[in-house]
């Protein structure tokens, strides 16, 4: 069977980790998201992520070539081979060009790329509200009110590159960086957007259903050698 790769794009705040978590669940694929890496190794104070660090707290981007091999490692270990949610990744057009190349030497199945869109406004106010576990770094139910983690019973505190300032950076740095990366996909016919803007829930029907869409649509292409 052919693999289902899947691309989260979207700015900061869209919920795409959160959308890429559950799709990766319910189809048993491999999850992989970049700011989760490297929250995780600079808790385990890894000398690379450290190094990373200042870039990510000040809502700047971590470079290419750190990124490229990072994902470059994940994608390619047998656990890929079904299939893969990015989320977080490609985030500059070097680093989609590099995913292409990754893509190709795997050779299994389509590539979809959905594009999880949702006005600014909404953005920063999600992210003003969003919390965080400060010990296993799970995001904290939006709606659930308690002041600590379900998963472990750490302290729920904010993301230090949720700060207001820094929001509006991170807002700039995707447009700057990342909006590019979307004109590199949009005219693909795997290329699909979903109103983020929606219920969780809603906004999951609709990605299941344009994503099976698309893998159709990109399994075809493959099938007849375009
Ligand atoms: P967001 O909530 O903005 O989607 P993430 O958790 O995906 O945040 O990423 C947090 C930070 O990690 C980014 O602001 C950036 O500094 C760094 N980062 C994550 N993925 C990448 C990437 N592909 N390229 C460069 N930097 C990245
Ligand atoms: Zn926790």
Redesign the pocket.
């Known amino acids: 069977m052919a693999g289902l790769n899947v691309i989260m794009m979207g700015p900061?705040?869209a919920g795409?980790?959160t959308q890429a978590t559950r799709f990766a669940r319910e189809r048993a694929l491999l999850k992989i998201?970049?700011?989760?890496i490297?929250?995780e190794a600079i808790r385990e104070q890894n000398p690379i992520a450290l190094d990373?660090k200042a870039?990510?707290d000040r809502?700047?981007?971590?470079d290419?070539e750190t990124?490229i091999a990072i994902v470059r490692e994940r994608l390619l270990r047998p656990d890929a081979a079904p299939g893969f949610v990015l989320?977080?990744?490609?985030?500059?057009v070097t680093?989609a060009r590099a995913l292409d190349q990754i893509i190709g030497e795997r050779d299994n199945g389509p590539l979809v790329i959905v594009d999880v869109v949702v006005p600014e406004e909404e953005l920063v106010r999600r992210l003003a509200g969003r919390r965080i576990c400060s010990k296993c770094g799970v995001n904290a139910d939006p709606f659930g009110g308690g002041s600590e983690c379900i998963k472990c019973g750490g302290e729920l505190v904010q993301r230090v590159?949720d700060n207001k300032d820094i929001v509006l950076e991170?807002l700039k740095v995707y447009t700057r960086a990342t909006r590019p990366v979307l004109e590199y996909y949009r005219e693909r016919p795997t290329f699909r957007v979903v109103n983020g803007a929606q219920a969780p829930e809603r906004v999951a029907h609709e990605l299941d259903t344009m994503i099976d869409d698309a893998v159709n649509v990109g399994a075809a292409i493959l099938r007849t050698g375009q």
């Not at 998201?33 to 989760?36: L, N």
């Not at 809502?59 to 971590?62: E, K, S, T």
């Open positions: 900061p705040g795409k980790g998201s970049t700011g989760d490297l929250r990373a870039r990510m809502g700047g981007l971590v290419d990124m989320d977080g990744f490609p985030r500059t680093q590159d991170r």
